[in-house]
């Protein structure tokens, strides 16, 4: 029998039988649904992370305090750093351009009958270059602003929208642990971090901060969150880095364990990828698992057919239907649903990759490769789990098909 006939019989077999084709191939669209909307939707948060990491600003390095282990094994982050040393990084490291050192601290912020808990950054004007920050009014702290000590703020655009929704901010008062501040600025929208928002955030100098806010608690100078390097190019990042690190060994007179971390923006970028893929597989294959239950249902639904239609089975191989021709119809139409299936949950899969991307801020785009891999696999699946009823209909004795009928 030519591939056609068969490919047609299978195809008026299943059309005959709609509601027991679209229950049979509904574990197949799930499935492919499923892989393709979690894998699209990996693929989205790690796009996101490289693109909030590229917002950072060029050729950044982060010193931060303690090492890898201390910060495994403590819950609090040691003071390791200290103004002196982002001092001496921009005087004796040859191939860094700028410095910002921060302090951060979450405090109690008021202005009128408005009260927020906010995240404090005290810093210098280095910042605003060292991070590709803008200021949208106003201006932003300076260096006599550092000197004098003056309790001056710069307020991110969503704490300025929150607290001053219909008044200029600029000149007005804030408290800040009861401490009152002049706002001088108003930052330009930059948008969420690894689930941080920065623009509900507050720039202070960071003289102020250490002085009339988080105090001094280190024999050996202002304490820092940590530090922003920005290198004068990005063929001397690692140079920087070396430069960065045999300093501040030298400072802090390490003979063993370093007691901070210099890393690049590819650094932690590699560790985030690292987590997403692994997410994105993980989820993956747990959506895996139902292509295998859907074909297991192609299974069971072709064992029925096959004890369904045993007469005809019967008859076909009577009037001169070889065990190859039975064989093959009934895999037809194991990979006809399976198919189908697979196109359906494609299509399916691809519309929650398209809302996921209008309702929330993911990147999400559509991968090629991941429909054919998932359409592909469908096929194999049902074409996998389709052997054996297909052998079992082939293998069927005539008389004794004819005689069970």
Do not use: W
């Not at 910042?127 to 201006?139: A, C």
């Not at 009861?178 to 001088?184: D, H, L, R």
């Not at 690292?274 to 997410?279: E, K, Y």
């Not at 209008?358 to 699946?381: F, H």
């Amino acid at each position: 029998m030519r591939l056609k006939d068969c490919f047609q019989m299978a195809l008026s077999t299943i059309l005959s039988q709609k509601m027991r084709a679209g229950l049979t191939m509904l574990g197949i669209v799930i499935g492919n649904a499923s892989v393709i909307a979690m894998s699209g939707i990996g693929q989205a948060a790690q796009r996101l992370a490289e693109q909030q990491f590229t917002s950072l600003g060029p050729h950044v390095l982060f010193v931060v305090p303690g090492s890898r282990e201390s910060r495994r094994t403590t819950f609090e982050i040691p003071n390791t750093l200290v103004l002196a040393d982002a001092e001496a990084i921009a005087s004796q490291v040859p191939t860094v351009k700028e410095v910002a050192p921060q302090i951060n601290s979450r405090q109690l912020v008021s202005y009128g009958n408005r009260n927020n808990n906010v995240l404090i950054v005290g810093t210098t004007p280095s910042f605003l270059t060292v991070r590709s920050f803008d200021v949208q009014t106003g201006r932003f702290i300076s260096e006599a602003d550092l000197k004098a000590n003056r309790r001056v703020a710069v307020l991110g655009s969503q704490i300025a929208e929150d607290f001053f929704p219909y008044t200029n901010p600029i000149g007005e008062r804030i408290r800040l642990k009861n401490v009152s501040f002049e706002v001088i600025g108003v930052m330009q929208a930059k948008g969420s971090f690894l689930g941080t928002n920065q623009d509900e955030t507050i720039y202070i100098p960071l003289t102020t901060m250490a002085n009339q806010i988080v105090g001094k608690t280190s024999n050996y100078g202002i304490e820092l969150t940590f530090i922003s390097v920005s290198a004068k190019s990005a063929d001397t990042i690692d140079a920087a880095r070396f430069q960065i690190s045999n300093l501040l060994r030298l400072r802090h007179k390490i003979v063993r364990e370093d007691d901070f971390r210099v890393e690049t923006q590819k650094d932690i970028l590699n560790i985030v990828g690292t987590v997403t893929n692994g997410l994105t597989i993980m989820l993956a294959a747990i959506a895996s698992i139902s292509l295998i239950v859907g074909g297991i249902g192609v299974m069971n639904i072709m064992l029925v057919s096959v004890t369904e239609r045993i007469q005809e089975i019967g008859l076909r191989k009577a009037i001169g239907a070889t065990d190859e021709d039975i064989l093959l119809q009934f895999l037809i139409e194991a990979v006809i649903i399976s198919v189908a299936g697979g196109i359906a949950g494609t299509l399916l899969g691809i519309g929650a990759v398209i809302i996921v991307g209008q309702v929330s801020p993911l990147p999400t785009t559509i991968s090629i490769p991941t429909i054919l891999l998932a359409v592909g696999t469908s096929t194999a699946i049902g074409l996998f789990f389709g052997v054996f009823p297909a052998k079992r209909a082939a293998q069927l004795d005539p008389i004794i098909a004819l005689r069970s009928a």
